[in-house]
T-cell receptor
Framework: DTGVSQDPRHKITKRGQNVTFRCDPISEHNRLYWYRQTLGQGPEFLTYFQNEAQLEKSRLLSDRFSAERPKGSFSTLEIQRTEQGDSAMYLC?????????????FGSGTRLTVV | EDKVVQSPLSLVVHEGDTVTLNCSYEVTNFRSLLWYKQEKKAPTFLFMLTSSGIEKKSGRLSSILDKKELSSILNITATQTGDSAIYLCAVADQTGANNLFFGTGTRLTVIP
């Protein structure tokens, strides 16, 4: 499978717990993005990596959220002290070049439910 | 703030009908507009438009950008049940930011 893969596909957690999601981008793509999508809304940008450097962060990314891409390959997104408002689909995307020129390839997402 | 508005929010048609989905945008320093199809999970790329008035076509789907009107349309002819999905419009600007601004999508349902 040469697409963007995300793990897990679904996660149910209790409020206050920490969760971590993983994204494996297409291997030759050096740009990686995290988006959040709530029901009835389009994806909202969270953060962007070029190789291992985190170059952009949305104000949506509160201090409970942290993302890493340690070796410029896979990335993790951690949410600490989860709240019910964090329930959403978390989408990862990657691109070979600048997104506005090439668009993204999205993964299937991780659906988080906080109970 | 940059904004992308899609209409209608939802649409139900019969197989064989032709549909037109609309996307309008307010983006500083517009660079490109993209259309994605989202079925159950991952949005899949359909078109990228950068030049006004040039139609892009893929099978029964086509799209065109009007920079004067700050809008784009996505046409689907001879719809099939497999076209049922959410169609997302996104725009990118020239500022160097690498994120895309997405609209809320149009939910299309094609009934047999």
């Amino acid at each position: 499978d040469t697409g963007v893969s995300q793990d897990p596909r679904h996660k149910i957690t209790k409020r206050g717990q920490n969760v971590t999601f993983r994204c494996d981008p297409i291997s030759e793509h050096n740009r990686l993005y995290w988006y959040r999508q709530t029901l009835g809304q389009g994806p909202e940008f969270l953060t962007y990596f070029q190789n291992e450097a985190q170059l952009e962060k949305s104000r949506l990314l509160s201090d409970r959220f942290s993302a890493e891409r340690p070796k410029g390959s896979f990335s993790t997104l951690e949410i600490q002290r989860t709240e019910q408002g964090d329930s959403a689909m978390y989408l990862c995307a990657s691109s070979l070049g600048i997104a506005r020129h090439y668009g993204y390839t999205f993964g299937s997402g991780t659906r988080l439910t906080v109970v | 703030e940059d904004k992308v508005v899609q209409s209608p929010l939802s649409l139900v048609v019969h197989e064989g009908d032709t549909v037109t989905l609309n996307c309008s945008y307010e983006v500083t320093n517009f660079r490109s507009l993209l259309w994605y199809k989202q079925e159950k999970k991952a949005p899949t790329f359909l078109f990228m438009l950068t030049s006004s008035g040039i139609e892009k076509k893929s099978g029964r789907l086509s799209s065109i950008l009007d920079k004067k009107e700050l809008s784009s349309i996505l046409n689907i002819t001879a719809t099939q049940t497999g076209d049922s999905a959410i169609y997302l419009c996104a725009v990118a600007d020239q500022t160097g930011a690498n994120n895309l601004f997405f609209g809320t999508g149009t939910r299309l349902t094609v009934i047999p």
